[in-house]
């Protein structure tokens, strides 16, 4: 017997096994396990019909909702007018074997961040991305990819398909930062396409710092969280999706939409591009990250020095 024996039924059921085994009497048995002679020749009264029908219709009740644990079918049975408390069905699944074993808790993936948790100061500073799933009329999936930028609220990336890849995700991050300069740190939750190792590998290779959540705090990476509450909303609850080219121009007009005349609350009211117009009025080079106001306040200090030299 591997299993401690606690209660006065295992010991009784120790006892018994002993004393046929003949390795012991009676009353050294009970003197070594700790157990009353009166409860070793205890024996249970016989079940009342009552008793019965309430095992009958537990046996009913498991095999109809098979993942239904003790709390849920007390309730259905107080439902039905049985007087009875979840510890009493608790006791007499157990005795019946109708006990939900419980379910094996994923083991969740992690990334190696590299970078500690930022808060975006300027433009191309931290980049988010994750993803949001649809699906279209027919029932077909449809996955999207979003990356955006934490301090501009641009929208750089919004690819949808029928399902992304690690290694579709970094083409369309190396996209974006061909158009809009890299960034100094991405923050993502750990789904697998972005701790993925070529992942990891290239954004080391390009001297991108990771920044990843803690898993099961969506809270974290907000900004995404917030915007594709604004997307489902003002875009996917209101259009009608049939197929998987529909679903590109419907939603790359939305991007369009968003970045250039959708008024932003947190940036004044603003629309991202007129923001990043008044932030940054020269446009940056392609593959170069976009100047920070740390440049600019350089350029400032440069200017200064230089006329007051003159």
């Known amino acids: 017997m591997r299993k401690k024996v606690v209660s006065p039924a295992?010991?009784?059921?120790?006892?018994?096994?002993?004393?046929?085994?003949?390795?012991?009497?009676?009353?050294?048995?009970?003197?070594?396990?700790?157990?009353?002679?009166?409860?070793?020749?205890?024996?249970?009264?016989?079940?009342?019909?009552?008793?019965?029908?309430?095992?009958?219709?537990?046996?009913?009740?498991?095999?109809?909702?098979?993942?239904?644990?003790?709390?849920?079918i007390a309730a259905l049975l107080r439902q039905e007018g049985w007087r009875v408390g979840k510890r009493h069905i608790q006791r007499l699944r157990r005795a019946e074997g109708l006990r939900v074993p419980p379910s094996r808790r994923k083991l969740v993936r992690r990334g190696v961040s590299t970078g500690l948790p930022t808060t975006a100061t300027h433009r191309g500073h931290v980049w988010t991305w994750d993803f949001i799933?649809?699906?279209?009329?027919?029932?077909?999936?449809?996955?999207?990819?979003?990356?955006?930028?934490?301090y501009t609220r641009e929208c750089h990336v919004l690819r949808v398909d029928r399902a992304l890849c690690s290694e579709d995700v970094l083409a369309w991050l190396q996209k974006a930062i061909e158009e809009h300069g890299a960034p100094e740190h991405l923050r993502s939750d750990n789904g697998s396409e972005f701790i993925a190792k070529i992942v990891q590998r290239w954004l080391g290779k390009n001297h991108i710092?990771?920044?990843?959540?803690?898993?099961?705090?969506?809270?974290?990476?907000?900004?995404?969280?917030?915007f594709h509450g604004r997307f489902r909303d003002e875009c996917l609850n209101r259009e009608q999706l049939w197929t998987l080219t529909e679903a590109r121009v419907v939603i790359s007009d939305y991007r369009c939409e968003y970045n250039q005349l959708r008024?932003?609350?947190?940036?004044?009211y603003l629309s991202p591009a007129r923001f990043v117009a008044q932030l940054c009025p020269s446009s940056a080079m392609v593959g170069l990250r976009p100047p920070s106001a740390k440049d600019g306040q350089n350029q400032n200090e440069n200017v200064t020095s230089t006329n007051g030299s003159n």
């Open 209 to 226: 710092k990771t920044i990843y959540i803690e898993p099961g705090s969506p809270w974290q990476n907000g900004f995404v969280e917030s």
């Open 10 to 72: 295992h010991r009784r059921a120790a006892a018994q096994q002993v004393v046929a085994a003949g390795m012991c009497s009676q009353r050294a048995a009970c003197q070594i396990l700790r157990l009353a002679r009166s409860t070793y020749g205890y024996r249970g009264r016989t079940p009342t019909p009552a008793e019965e029908r309430l095992r009958h219709r537990l046996h009913e009740l498991a095999l109809r909702h098979p993942r239904y644990g003790y709390r849920r």
């Open 263 to 268: 008024p932003h609350s947190r940036l004044g």
């Open 133 to 150: 799933a649809d699906a279209t009329v027919r029932g077909g999936a449809l996955r999207i990819l979003t990356i955006l930028d934490e």
